[in-house]
Structure formats: C-alpha cells, structure tokens
C-alpha cells in the first residue's frame, strides 16, 4: 500500500523559502523516479520537478533556478526546497512516483503572499 504524506507548507512572503518533505510509505524513492506537482486555484495540476533514479532532474520554466527536488533515501522521503518564493507559486503541493497511477495525498499548501 502505497502512502504519500506532504508537508512543509504555509504561509511565506515572496522572496522566502519553504522546504517541502514527502514521506513515503509501500514506494521507494529512490528505486523511483519521483515528482513534486502543484495545484493552483483554477488551474489544472502541473508538473514541477522530477527526481530520477539516475539523480537527473527535471525543473518546469516556472521554477528553475529556485527550486531544488532532493531525496533522502534512508528516510524514504522526496524534499522540494522552494527559494525566491513568487506569488504564482501559491498551490496545493503533492508528491508521487511518475510512474504511479494510484490516488493522490492530501497535499501541503503553499501560500506566498506579495
């Protein structure tokens, strides 16, 4: 049974740092290739990093150069470390191996005001 817990959430002003943790429970993260997605308000899920088990990484536009998608893998859990926050980066965050088709987590919320 696979289990994806988010956090690290809140509420930061732009400019600032958020570290998002995913522990992950019945996957391994790093036997997996391993994504950070976001939902905002009216818009559709998207894409923002993936980790690969290779340690390739992969950055939407939007967060390249700011963000950082890491794992511990003794701790079986994906980091998504967030710097330069920007208002459009206000989203429901989530965590999943790309290759999972299974149910989504509850997410941790991001808010950056301006």
């Known amino acids: 049974q696979v289990q994806l817990v988010e956090s690290g959430g809140g509420l930061v002003q732009a400019g600032g740092s958020l570290r998002l943790s995913c522990a992950a429970s019945?996957?391994?993260?790093?036997?997996?290739?391993m994504g950070w997605y976001r939902q905002a308000p009216g818009r559709e899920r998207e894409l923002v990093a993936t980790?690969?088990?290779?340690?390739?990484?992969y950055y939407a536009d939007s967060v390249k150069g700011r963000c950082t998608i890491s794992r511990d893998n003794a701790k079986n859990t994906l980091y998504l470390q967030m710097n330069v926050l920007k208002s459009e980066d206000t989203a429901v965050y989530y965590c999943?191996?790309?290759?999972?088709?299974?149910?989504w987590g509850m997410g941790t919320q991001v808010t950056v005001s301006s």
């Open positions: 999943k191996p790309a290759d999972y088709s299974g149910s």
């Open positions: 980790l690969f088990v290779s340690g390739s990484t």
């Open positions: 019945g996957v391994s993260v790093s036997k997996n290739a």
